[in-house]
């Protein structure tokens, strides 16, 4: 479904998973289901804001960052 689409589908009550009518406890969704559908597109970095490539100086930085927080960067 493209975006504007899922557009379309929030401001018109469906389901912008699987264009069924919304449940207002699951809105703008039909059900906990493509609710949970559409949060594991976002963990699974589906859904993503593009943005520059990271420079390897940008990379390097991140990795001081988490040194100190119990992360192991080994």
Not at 31 to 51: E, F, H, Q, T, V
Not at 63 to 73: H, I, L
Request: proline share 9%.
């Amino acid at each position: 479904m493209t975006k504007a689409t899922k557009t379309e589908a929030a401001q018109s009550g469906t389901c912008p998973m699987c264009s069924g009518p919304s449940v207002h406890a699951f809105r703008p969704f039909c059900s906990r289901r493509c609710a949970d559908l559409d949060l594991a597109r976002w963990l699974k970095g589906n859904y993503a804001i593009p943005g520059p490539p990271a420079s390897p100086q940008d990379l390097n930085a991140d990795e001081d960052d988490q040194a100190g927080f119990g992360f192991d960067t080994s």
